[in-house]
């Protein structure tokens, strides 16, 4: 099974300044044929279902601010907040889907300071 | 818009069973996979289980396998989670998310609000 693992577990910004969460996979999940990296971020509010950022490790999905941004180097994988919102308080997931099982991160809370 | 509903949780004894729906609406449901992803009291998210668009093809969490049982069906627009053998640990929220294509291999674009099974004596 291919693990992720996300760092730091939890941490706080204050509003306005940059928030950066990591996430390393324990194998590569680039489809070398397509050049993609089957990785995606969500997002979980308190109380309810999580929702996607971003997906294919940085493409940002419709209706998502762009302050979020997602990249890539191998097996590392950054998710950014540019300028952190009272709103992105929340609870951050990297999942891979390239080979199943697909394995989601523990996830990285994030809070206002 | 895209929505997806669930139903089936509950309270269950060790060693039941249970079946979970998820009535999809708002997208040609025949056209794409189709996953659940479970996430115990406080704890972080779990895949589990996904199926293909023609339901041809499925795979399973080690976790559940040989217990659980994906299936669909097209012509109601409804996902199933047929789980049987029920654990503890399967105490749950169980999420039908909507996968970005029509094979297994994709992002979940679209979540459920969830329903809870409980296995408990």
Known sequence: ?113 | EVQLLESGGGLVQPGGSLRLSCAAAGFTFSSYAMSWVRQAPGKGLEWVSVIRDSGATTYYADSVQGRFTISRDNSKNTLYLQMNSLRAEDTAVYYCAKVSGGRCYGSLDHWGQGTLVTVSS
């Open chain 1, 1 to 113: 099974d291919i693990v992720m693992t996300q760092s730091p577990d939890s941490l706080a910004v204050s509003l306005g300044e940059r928030a950066t969460i990591n996430c390393k996979s324990s194998q590569s999940v680039l489809y070398s044929s397509k050049n993609k990296n089957y990785l995606a971020w969500y997002q979980q509010k308190p109380g309810q279902p999580p929702k996607l950022l971003i997906y294919w490790a940085s493409t940002r999905e419709s209706g998502v601010p762009d302050r979020f941004s997602g990249s890539e180097s191998g097996t590392d994988f950054t998710l950014t907040i540019s300028s952190l919102q009272a709103e992105d308080v929340a609870v951050y997931y990297c999942q891979q889907y390239y080979g199943t099982p697909f394995t989601f991160g523990p996830g990285t809370k994030v809070d206002i300071k």
